[in-house]
């Protein structure tokens, strides 16, 4: 094996011809705030090894663009930029024309494509240096594509493998990418570019993308303009899960961006929960550790789902990420982050980089999957959910006044006979609990002879919903799913902080009993049973709630997030 020669000249030759059909102006066209070509320029004149780098094309734009990015250009003669003009004889011509200019003569030549703007700079000087210590007359840029493909000759169909085999079990299968091309000086002949010894350089199959096809364009636009984000929530039984499940919402959305959460593994529930998602995830014990990781990962944008940032804080995410987003923050750090989405809040903004109230509440996919059920006079499913943790226990506090909320319903509709002249099942009343919550050790459990059913850990929140007539929840954002999917709801706060949620109100479909640790039963009792026996009442909630259009409130928030500031 040789060792890296510094002294040895190449020639990075971009080819550019003007007269592309299938996209017009193709090279020169913007793609994601850049001329197409300015990728491959880019590249070469970022490799130490490359000596001198050179356009040639038939288009005065792609002249100018080279020149603007310091390249050399050679405008190119007619009889080389026809269509079915190989690119041998453009890139040997290139060559001629460079040696002259420079009065030299090169070592080796790089064809590096302009439709190719995936391909990493770092990527091509890796290949140009074990070009150099292979002793290889040509690298080829390749991808390994190993999939079970067929042939055919005349009509029949034969297979290009012996054996059946999941993908990543079958041979390597190398696809020629238009990325570059390496060759010592001496192979290079207007007829040919490649020499007796070949080796292939394997690049990945993103970096190896040759733009032809609107569609092409359209993906490695979308590539290049992917964004590196950080989610930092943490999920536990005082605190409950929203935050967590906010993100996720969030993330589940951002398909085609780099995406990673950063939790505190101490706070077990939250941590638990991003594990199950399947999300890249870092787990932390301080908060000085997080610093430290975005030191390393150099995001393009964090969002800070935590309350009360501090000035200090959000500082200190500016110093190591491009934007700083943070959610539902009260704290004094807000006025330095560069956004602030308070989706719970309906305060008016304090400036244009905070956004506030219903119109950026972020509804999982699921609530837009199922429809809102026809409206029932009868109360037949009452849901009781009041968060993942629940932290003030008002799941207990209905738990204990079960039978009794079941009596209320008694004698208004629901005992008529069913076929057969057997009375119907009387109304039933279902708690959804999450993983962080202690049932077992509360006494609370499914007792299916008084219809009182317990659900932990739902997948599928919104099928439960779909299937109420009323709801128990707290003032989080479980107020804006059941909005979503019509259900008239009483509501409890958990904590003063939730009664600033000014959301779930009787303008929105909400019976709202203030704090929850203060309501006594009897309020309970009697505000249920007022709303059992007003079904004008609840269908009016309902009507209320379905009248916000809560399903343009992620993509209004993913927009805060990604776009460039």
Known sequence: MKGIDRQMKILAVIPARGGSKGIPRKNVRLMAGKPLIAYALQNAQSCPLITDTVVTTDDEEAISIARVYGADAIAREAALAGDHVTLDPV???????????????????????????????????????????????????????????????????????????????????????????????????????????????????????????????????????????????????????????????????????????????????????????????????????????????????????????????????????????????????????????????????????????????????????HRPKGFSSEIRNVLVMFGGTDPSNLTEKIYGMAEKLLGCLKGLGWEHLRDGGKPAAGPEIHFILGKGYPAAEKGIFTRPEQNIFIHIDVKNVAEHMGQADLAFTSQGRTVFELAAMGVPAIVLAQNERERLHTFAQMENGFLNLGLGAEVTEETILSTFQWLARTPQIREEMRSLMLKNHLEQGTGRVLDIILKDR
């Open 91 to 369: 890139v040997y011509d290139a060559l001629l024309k460079m040696e002259e200019k420079n009065t030299c003569t090169y070592d080796a030549v790089v064809t590096l494509q302009a439709t190719s703007p995936l391909l990493k700079g770092s990527t091509l000087t890796r290949a140009l240096e074990e070009f150099q210590k292979g002793g290889k007359d040509t690298y080829i840029s390749a991808s390994n594509q190993a999939h079970l493909s067929w042939g055919k000759e005349g009509d029949q169909y034969f297979p290009h493998y012996q054996e059946r085999k999941n993908r990543q079990s079958l041979p390597p299968h190398y696809v020629e990418a238009g990325a570059f091309l390496i060759t010592k000086r001496s192979c290079i002949t207007p007829r040919n570019r490649i020499g007796a010894s070949v080796s292939i350089y394997e690049i990945g199959e993103e970096e190896a993308v040759d733009i032809d096809t609107p569609r092409d364009w359209a993906a490695c636009e979308h590539t290049l303009q992917r964004k590196r984000v950080v989610f930092r929530a943490d999920g536990y039984r005082e605190l409950g899960m929203g935050h967590i499940y906010h993100c996720l919402t969030l993330a589940y959305r951002m398909a085609g961006h780099e995406i990673m959460f950063v939790t505190n593994r101490r706070h077990r529930e939250g941590y638990e929960r991003l594990k199950d998602s399947y999300f890249p995830l870092h787990a932390i014990e301080q908060e000085e550790e997080f610093y430290t990781f975005l030191e390393g990962y150099h995001p393009d944008v964090v969002v800070n789902d935590c309350l009360n940032t501090t000035r200090e804080h959000v500082l200190r995410l500016k110093g190591l990420a491009g934007k700083v987003v943070t959610i539902e923050d009260l704290g004094e750090g807000a006025c330095y982050a560069d956004a602030v989405v308070n989706a719970l809040y309906h305060e008016p903004a304090p400036s244009p980089n905070h956004y506030a109230g219903a119109d950026y509440v972020c509804i999982r996919d699921e609530f837009f999957i």
